[in-house]
């Protein structure tokens, strides 16, 4: 089976924060965050199987920490678990204090994307081969958290099923 290892799927980006890109607390939107996580997220999947992919699922992004207009903001993604056509990304936010160098984790995400052929249908990825400890830890606990999401969605689904699509005034 092909395989390919994390590390052939990293990426990394190092951004500014600008006034446009602040709330009303003068730190990063969060919705510019969640932005920039899919972005750098979806590139991951892609080296991974080179070819098109889609966002499944983001189980959720928890702010640990605030960025500030002195802070430069570093992404870093990696696919840490592949299933049949899905692939899990591990985004690690971390912010530095450009005036002092202090660096740390501002944010952390799953993001879950699915590859897909030319008919737009899943397609089969390689496996993926963690080496650093970070990468094994990982990839070990990716079954449990696959699973959470399979239980989501489902729920998702049922949900969904209730709700109505009409306007209000309808
Ligand atoms: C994601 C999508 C392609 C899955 O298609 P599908 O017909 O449900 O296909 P399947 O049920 O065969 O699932 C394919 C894979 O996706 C995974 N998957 C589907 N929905 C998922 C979700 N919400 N979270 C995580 N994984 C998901 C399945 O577990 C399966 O994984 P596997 O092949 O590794 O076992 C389809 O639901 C879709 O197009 N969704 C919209 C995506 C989109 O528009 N994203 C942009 C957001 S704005």
Redesign the pocket.
Known sequence: MEQRYVKETRCYKTNRVFPTDVNNHNTLFGGKLMAYIDDIASIAAYKHCRCSV????TDSVDFLTPIRPTDSVCFESFVTW?????MEVFVKVIKEDLRTGERDIAATSFL?F?A?DEQNR?VTVPAVVPETAEEIRLHETAEHRSEM??QR?EQSKKFADVLTTKFAWE
């Open positions: 889609v966002t499944a699922s592949t299933g049949r056509s899905s879950t699915v897909l899943p999401r399979r969605r």
